[in-house]
């Protein structure tokens, strides 16, 4: 790894110690498992008592004159870094998606297995979840789920180097993923409000739930699953909300 490799690998590690990471939280049945995140620290309060959290099972969802995803997503090194709680893959400036009027960077995506959407109560075995953000700071994510099926090449440098070690990070050199294509290739979309998944569980973020699917094989979702057997938070309450299926 060259010096400014190290720099950059440095660099997204203290941005996951800053973003709470070092909180004992699990996805566990016990002490610090989903059921007792607000638990662990006050400022998770939002996972026990918001009213519209995320996951959700996806069923009943009204059809919509919806707009169209406007993808941006460049090509760019991968830099991974494990957090203790997924494999996130942290995206340079200059990918973005555009819906109706609204424009949002894609900062990273990362994995949860098995999905943490279920449709008409079904997971599917992977998902990932591309983050977004506008310039107000709201958060947008796109899931895409995953079947198992053929490799997913785009994904293929990913799931080749990820970090084994909780707190490791690497920028593989010469590598390139395209986020492109790693999406299925129709984009129509369930639309929601909801929550981050993990904590601290902020609510406000404009989900949309991708109705496509890509694949992994099943060696890609076993070297995933090696790290990470089951990082899913259990599906939530809709409390009235509308789901929206784009036409």
């Not at 997503?73 to 998606?97: C, D, F, L």
């Not at 609204?102 to 999905?115: A, G, I, M, V």
């Not at 601290?200 to 057997?229: D, I, M």
């Amino acid at each position: 790894m060259t010096r400014s490799a190290a720099v950059l690998v440095c660099a997204l590690l203290a941005t996951s110690r800053a973003l709470g990471d070092d909180v004992h939280w699990t996805y566990g049945q016990g002490h610090g498992g989903p059921a007792h995140w607000s638990e662990v620290n006050p400022e998770f309060a939002s996972c026990a008592i918001g009213k519209r959290q995320s996951p959700i099972d996806i069923k009943d969802a009204q059809k919509a004159s919806l707009p169209a995803i406007q993808f941006n997503y460049q090509a760019g090194p991968p830099k991974m870094v494990n957090n203790g709680h997924t494999i996130q893959v942290t995206w340079p400036p200059g990918s973005s998606i555009t819906v109706g009027d609204r424009k949002y960077d894609l900062l990273q995506f990362h994995f949860h297995t098995p999905s943490e959407e279920a449709i008409a109560g079904k997971h599917t075995p992977l998902v990932a979840h591309f983050v977004h953000k506008d310039t107000e700071g709201k958060l947008a994510v796109v899931a895409v789920l995953f079947d198992v099926g053929p490799e997913n090449v785009a994904l293929k440098p990913v799931f080749a180097a990820m970090p084994a070690k909780a707190g490791a990070g690497v920028a593989p050199e010469g590598v390139q993923v395209d986020p492109m294509a790693v999406l299925p290739a129709k984009h129509g979309y369930y639309e929601f409000e909801g929550s981050l998944t993990t904590p601290p569980c902020s609510e406000g973020v404009r989900w949309f739930v991708l109705q496509n699917r890509s694949t992994v094989s099943q060696a890609q979702l076993a070297a995933f699953k090696k790290l990470y057997p089951n990082n899913a938070r259990p599906i939530q309450p809709l409390n009235g909300r509308t789901v929206r299926a784009s036409m």
